[in-house]
């Protein structure tokens, strides 16, 4: 009987706009790091120290944030960086992302309480009325921390969280004061203007301060995590979550520059009560200094910015809890971490568990570490995890671009991510300067994760719809002999495939691997992914029939949802020498993306191996051989490839070269291949040269004189692959002689697309 | 005295201008790939040259 109840399924009601969404992100950012951040960045780094910190923590930002914005738009679903790494390097990456997340949010929690600790006791203080409390100014702001967060977690716990709605209009509200102080700075300096001497001397303790101050300030920009996490929950989610990521930390960062620049000019020189130069005055007062700037800079100052700091840091604090409890319960969820994670309060519907171990964290890290401590805890771990969202973009584009449906793509790829991860990688270690507890602390945590990774999650984590599994598989011994992977479709599509094979794999004295991939639609769950099988499994017993008496032969049999992604990260887990697969010949029309189609063109790009591609094969012996010859690795791997045909079937090569008169091209002559590198057969190898302007044609008129052609692929950069057909493609689509396609992997470049 | 002052002013100037034509673009880009409807980022990129 059928399960209905299997048929109905849930989704949250996309209510949040761009608006709302990009206020969730400013919400998150503008919670502690600017208040704190800019007495104790013009305290380390001097007053051009504070300005440049937040325009290139914002460049930085920005960077990460593209890379945020395109993983959303492909994947908009909640999750954030968790599901990234998921999607590129699978289950161990995932996992230490969630649970790094989960620190960094639960880390930039105890931030936001100890913020609003600091700056109510100061709005009391100034006010003289903590007299009568027997405690100290420090153990004073840590017992409001401690109030602040237990009375926020006791709210979550309530599920009264703050809806993304009404947020916006209290972040909005504090944006617009902020700004508000900045324009009030601009004023200042137009009606005073010796106050710009403010800003010198600019750098007065070097750069290397500088990177000091970007460090333990990064954690201003990090709402864009949190925007991630609303995917499931947002109208247009492809649209809005890029726009709203990038629209708030282009925000952040004109206000952070302004409300610093404000901060600066609001102090003047000389004035009752400040001693020294302006800035060192700001400075000596640490995380206080901005107040104490801006309580300056116009009238009732302390007044609204102790209010901003209450709504900012309170509305953080509510949305890292929140943010925080969803990255433990998501790992709970999952089986990463045991059962209870995601265990939901029967009573407030509320996942109480993952809760409270967040609650213990933001308490633990807000009463035990130093302010400056657990800022530089908060940012380190979201460098890192940023760090690890931007190698997760680069490999998800490279290996699943293809089959993601993209709502946007980051320019200049994979320039912006590879700074940011230099960038962030420099800033992280550069913070050991500002904490070295911070620098304990991050470590012992990702450590203590991979840990419980090894010894728990590994065994009891759920598989997901994404992951390639293998079905069936065959291990050989392992040894260095020459690996050859040949992927088989179907019967017609393997018995033609089977004397090239042999050949090659005899000449190689190669291990020879049959691999069958069953692709299974989306739609069909993993469990049915067997009754796809039946197909494959005769085309490799077919050539396992006719190999098996004169190799060792393995087969590995594998569920995917994409072919090209299932064969690439075979070829990688196999250490694979050569890829030997069939083509069917039929390119995708013009106006597509794909000159041979999406499998060929992205396994001919990406493969790190060998790749050795068979179209109209049959068994019949060869006679005459066509490699046309432009020169490069491609090529000498066709000669190769032919002299070995040669060699078996007694065949002449031809290697024919096409001048065509406009360009003049260096072609470099076959007897330079290395013969030590390349098994050629130069005494079957006879020259033709040809002169013609159209080189595709006058090759096609030549190949008809031969039985089989064997193509170098074009070593064209994507871009013009793009943009224009290369020669190779154009021959190897138009061409109907038997053909084999051939490319070369090669050195750092292979290296770098194995581990990619 | 000025000199680190106007070379500080350059390069904020410099990032926030070049932030500014990052956002921009991405913008433009976000609202012509959803227009056209284009979906891998393979033709995103193809679509997204040849419009220049």
Not at chain 1, 619 to 639: E, R
């Amino acid at each position: 009987m059928k399960d209905d109840s299997a048929s109905i399924s849930a989704e949250l009601s996309r209510e949040l706009s761009l608006f709302h969404i990009t206020m969730m992100g400013l919400g998150m950012m503008i919670g502690a790091g600017v208040f704190l951040g800019i007495g104790n960045v013009i305290h380390v780094a001097g007053p051009g120290g504070v300005l440049l910190t937040f325009t290139l923590n914002g460049i930085i930002a920005l960077f990460t944030a593209l890379s945020y914005a395109e993983l959303s738009s492909a994947v908009p679903k909640a999750g954030g960086a968790y599901n990234y790494a998921r999607l590129a390097f699978g289950r161990g990456p995932s996992f230490t992302a969630g649970w790094m997340e989960w620190f960094a949010s639960s880390v930039a929690g105890s931030l936001y309480a100890v913020t609003f600790g600091i700056y109510v006791v100061r709005y009391f203080e100034g006010l003289g009325l903590t007299g009568w409390i027997p405690l100290s100014t420090y153990t004073t702001e840590k017992t409001v921390a401690f109030i602040i967060a237990v009375f926020f977690l006791y709210i979550n716990y309530r599920g009264a969280s703050e809806t993304g709605k009404v947020g916006a209009f209290f972040t909005l509200g504090q944006t617009l004061f902020l700004i508000f102080i900045g324009l009030v700075g601009i004023i200042v300096v137009v009606k005073d203007p010796s106050r710009i001497q403010n800003l010198t001397p600019y750098l007065p303790y070097g750069w290397t301060k500088l990177l000091v101050a970007m460090g333990f300030t990064y954690v201003a920009f990090e709402g864009y995590e949190v925007i991630a996490q609303a995917g499931d929950e947002t109208i247009d989610p492809k649209r809005n979550l890029p726009k709203a990521m990038l629209y708030s930390v282009g925000i952040v960062t004109f206000t952070y520059v302004a409300v610093a620049f404000a901060s600066l000019v609001a102090v003047k020189a000389g004035t009752p009560g400040v001693e020294g130069l302006p800035w060192e005055w700001i400075g000596h007062f640490k995380e206080r200094g901005f107040g104490e700037a801006v309580s300056r800079l116009m009238p009732y100052g302390n007044f609204f910015l102790t209010l901003a700091v209450i709504f900012a840091s309170v509305s953080a604090l509510n949305a890292t809890i929140y943010s925080a409890t969803r990255a433990s319960y998501a790992l709970g969820r999952d089986r990463m971490l045991p059962k209870f994670f995601a265990k939901i309060s029967s009573k407030r519907k509320t996942p109480s568990v993952a809760l409270m171990f967040t609650g213990i964290i933001i308490i633990g890290v807000a009463i035990l570490l130093p302010t400056m401590d657990v800022a530089s805890s908060a940012s380190i771990m979201f460098l890192l995890l940023f760090f690890l969202v931007n190698i997760s973009v680069i490999r998800v584009r490279l290996n699943m671009g293809d089959e993601l449906n993209y709502g946007f793509i980051m320019p200049f790829f994979p320039w912006l991510p590879i700074i940011a991860i230099v960038c962030q990688g420099f800033l992280a270690v550069w913070l050991v300067h500002m904490s070295k507890i911070a620098w304990i602390v991050a470590p012992t945590w990702i450590i203590s994760g991979i840990a419980i990774y090894i010894f728990y999650s590994k065994s009891h984590a759920i598989s997901t719809a994404d992951e390639i599994q293998v079905l069936e598989e065959e291990h050989a011994p392992p040894s260095d002999q020459y690996r050859i992977v040949v992927g088989v479709a179907n019967p017609e599509n393997a018995i033609p495939m089977i004397r090239t094979t042999y050949y090659l794999s005899e000449a190689k004295d190669a291990r020879v691997k049959l691999l069958h991939l069953v692709p299974v639609p989306e739609q069909v769950p993993l469990s049915d992914a067997e009754k796809f099988m039946l197909e494959g499994k005769e085309g490799v017993t077919e050539v396992m029939l006719s190999l098996m008496l004169k190799f060792p032969i393995t087969t590995t049999i594998r569920y995917c949802r994409n072919i090209a992604r299932g064969i690439l990260s075979a070829v990688r887990e196999e250490k694979t020498d050569m890829l030997i697969m069939g083509w069917h010949g039929r390119p995708k029309p013009r106006s597509h993306a794909f000159g041979l189609g999406s499998t060929v063109d992205v396994i001919l790009e990406r493969s790190p191996s060998n790749v050795v591609i068979l179209k109209n094969c049959s068994n019949q012996p060869i006679k005459k051989i066509l490699v046309p010859w432009g020169g490069g690795p491609n090529g000498a791997l066709a000669l190769e490839v032919a002299s070995i045909i040669a060699e078996k079937d007694d065949s002449e090569i031809v290697a024919f070269t096409v001048n065509d008169p406009r360009h003049h091209v260096n072609i470099p002559p076959v007897s330079d291949l290395d013969s030590n590198q390349a098994q050629v057969s130069f005494g079957r190898i006879r020259f033709k040269v040809a002169q013609s302007r159209d080189v595709v044609s006058t090759i096609l008129e030549e190949a008809e004189e031969h039985d089989l052609v064997v193509l170098g692929s074009t070593r064209d950069p994507l871009i013009r692959q793009i943009t224009r057909d290369s020669v190779a493609n154009a021959v190897a689509t138009r061409c109907q002689k038997p053909m084999i396609i051939v490319k070369a992997s090669g050195g750092l470049r292979s290296w770098i697309k194995r581990w990619l | 005295m000025y000199e680190g002052l106007l070379i500080g002013s350059a390069v904020i100037a410099f990032a926030l201008g070049f932030m500014l034509y990052i956002i921009f673009w991405s913008r433009k880009a976000i609202d012509y790939i959803h227009k056209n409807d284009l979906k891998s980022a393979r033709e995103i990129n193809k679509s997204l040259h040849e419009r220049r």
